[in-house]
């Protein structure tokens, strides 16, 4: 099941602390939101688990974590100075500004619904920000809109430090900025945001069999992460829609509450990125179509150790949002279902690796000393496994704290109760998210039982 609408969706983020508006107390700022204490659990959980799959599962990558402040020469030679750029329209009638292409319908105004829209023109999407004590022209660097320069830029640097042999990637987890015509859908389209970006670099004629592999893979993947089949699909980008330089690239779609769009793309970018970053670009035989780079220092290619064939590898990039992918996961974990006595009950049906708590202990009596104690010993003795954030819930009665958790995403609740403190030796309800169901297992049976339930697979 999913939500039934992103309303639900931001009512809960807000409720629970998942998600706010920046700076909410002033106003906010558009296009800018704050994750709250389980979001950034749920954030942290979905990087870790992209990372752990791109890098701990392989032995054919490495990871890096670049600046966000660019040197502008970065951006001046992968092109985006001149090419990173959204069409925009001003509707003449209202004033406001949107985006040519995501127009809600086309030829209308999203604002005041009028078709008198001015010509689409160019709006690049880059942030400047000035850097150090001068202001001028040269004074200025960017905020990166994407992770992927880093890496490139980044190439030799790693080659030389690791002697990575092609086929090799490098991965990236980190901010971008982009000054979006019309951020919009809660944190589907925002200003600030993370990317999950993996540089896969091959050799010339290899890419078409990676980049099927990387397709195939990611999609795996986020069907790892709880994404059911039926609301992901494949978007192939039609030859004329593509970047001059990319000779393929495939969207991975997801069903958001809004619609259909795009949640990552691997896109098979031939040499052009090391191409453009590299000097003598010719005497290398770059094939994409790249400007003469004067103000690099380096040549960016790669010599075969065995064939001593020297050349500028291709790339294959898996290219994904930290923030659609959290808004994915939870539209698609959204359950809710009536219960016998006719209650309606929300819950959020996380994998265990992304819930934001892994495990409440609920005491039934918190008055009582002696359960107290037992939960606190339950507590400290989860809390080494090092599994994630585990609480000790002491809000409202038990029934409350059921709901609570279940509306968090929380997999598992034990509860300590007399029975605990009656039976030799000592027992614990554990009871299931999912289906409400409840066991009672002997409190040394149950680190074990929590320990597998979270073991990674
Ligand atoms: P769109 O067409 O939706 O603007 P894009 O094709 O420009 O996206 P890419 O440049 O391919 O996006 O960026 C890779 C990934 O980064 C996207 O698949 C998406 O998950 C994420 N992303 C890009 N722009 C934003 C944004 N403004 N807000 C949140 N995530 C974004």
Known sequence: MTAKSMEDLVSLCKRRGFVF????????????????????ELKNNLKNAWWRAMIYDRDDTEGLDSAVLSNRLIFKHSGHETTFTDPLVDCKKCKQRMRADKLLVPGKCDFCGSTELTEPRDFNLMMK?????????????????ETAQGIFVNFKNIMDATSKKVPFGIAQIGKAFRNEITPRNFIFRVREFEQMEMEFFVKPGEDEKWHKYWIEERKKWWLKQGLSEENL???????????????????IVYKFPHGVEELEGIANRCDFDLGSHTKDAVELGVKAKVLENKDSSSKLSYTDPYTKETYVPFVIEPSAGVDRGALAILNEAYTEEELENGDKRIFLRLKPHLAPVKVAIVPLAKNNPQIMEKAEELRDRLKILGIGKIVLETSGNVGKCYRKHDEIGTPVCLTVDFETLEKNPETITIRDRDTMSQIRLPMSEVINYISNFFKYV
């Open 21 to 40: 508006q920046s700076g909410e107390i002033y106003g906010g700022l558009k296009g800018t939101y704050d994750y709250g204490p389980l979001g950034v």
């Open 129 to 145: 920000v000035n850097i150090g004590p001068v202001v001028d022209e040269n004074s200025y660097a960017y905020l990166r809109p």
């Open 233 to 251: 699909d494949f978007e192939v980008h039609e030859k004329a829609d593509l970047a001059h330089y990319a000779k393929a690239c495939t969207d």
